[in-house]
């Protein structure tokens, strides 16, 4: 397998993975609730669908999610746990957005200088950044689900037939930055041991012509 492919095809699944990362981040269908229309007799649309940093109600209503601004003592325990969680999804993720820009930078010298030693601490530094960014998801997993185990708690089951709720394009941007990630950083490991095989081919015949 040649070098110039496997650090292209590194250089390219880093670029995608800051940009669905950065896609994610900034969109607004991570958690969707899709309410039927057929068996709802109100004048209001129901149905909403949230990001990290906003939920969209019916066709044109909109609210910042309060994460850090909220007066936590007039919060029930279940709501502090929530907004919690949702300070550490809002920290960790942009977060590892910024890892990646410097993760990219370096990647890209270590591809340049074709050194080993550097393209496995990039590969690392990917991997690393990977974690976060699953962190971020994972956190997120359960802040969804310990928000609708309350909304279950205090709607009805009649209501909860009209309901349906599922995880939407944006968080699957964020799944698919992780697994970028991870390939990036399989790619750049990949491309050491193409030039640690190169050195020892070379030595091998450097020996062989003595």
């Known amino acids: 397998m040649r070098y110039g492919l496997v650090v292209l095809a590194a250089g390219f699944a880093g670029l995608l993975t800051f940009s669905l990362l950065a ?11 899709d309410v039927n229309k ?16 906003r939920i969209i109600e019916g066709a044109n209503r909109s609210s910042v999610i309060p994460s850090f601004t ?16 949702h300070k550490v999804v809002v920290i960790i993720l942009p977060l590892s957005l910024v890892l990646l820009v410097f993760g990219w930078i370096f990647g890209l010298v270590s591809s340049l200088a074709c050194s080993p030693s550097l393209l496995v601490g990039s590969a690392s530094y990917f991997l690393f950044c990977s974690l976060f960014t699953l962190t971020g998801i994972s956190i997120y997993i359960k802040y969804s689900n310990q928000a609708m185990d309350e909304f279950q708690r205090v709607v009805s089951p009649e209501s909860l037939a009209n309901v349906k709720v599922s995880f939407g394009w944006s968080f699957a941007s964020a799944w698919l930055s992780y697994s970028l990630e991870v390939a990036t950083g399989l790619l750049l490991m990949l491309a050491a041991r193409i030039i640690q095989m190169k050195g020892h081919y070379d030595l091998g015949v450097s020996v062989a012509m003595l």
């Open 70 to 85: 909220a007066n936590m003592s007039s919060l029930s325990e279940t709501e502090k746990q929530l907004l919690g969680l």
């Open 38 to 53: 057929d068996n709802h007799t109100g004048p209001d649309d129901l149905s909403s669908h949230s990001g990290l940093w």
């Open 23 to 33: 896609l994610a981040i900034g969109t607004d269908y991570w958690y969707i609730i």
